[in-house]
């Protein structure tokens, strides 16, 4: 008998097992949107002046 011909075909080695909830293209995350700037900056500036209080 031939074992190696029996069973399921193995599984793709380089799939992920689930998807991400903010995968590139999804709801969430749509392609060809990009965060803007100035908010990333505002929220630096903010992190940085509450670092600046602590000390």
């Not at 380089?14 to 929220?43: M, V, W």
């Amino acid at each position: 008998m031939d074992y190696k011909k029996s069973g399921g075909a193995p599984a793709d080695k380089n799939t992920p097992k689930h998807s991400e909830h903010n995968a590139k293209g999804a709801a969430k995350n749509p392609f060809g949107a990009r965060e803007d700037k100035s908010a990333l900056l505002a929220r630096m500036k903010a992190a940085a002046e509450r670092n600046r209080k602590k000390d």
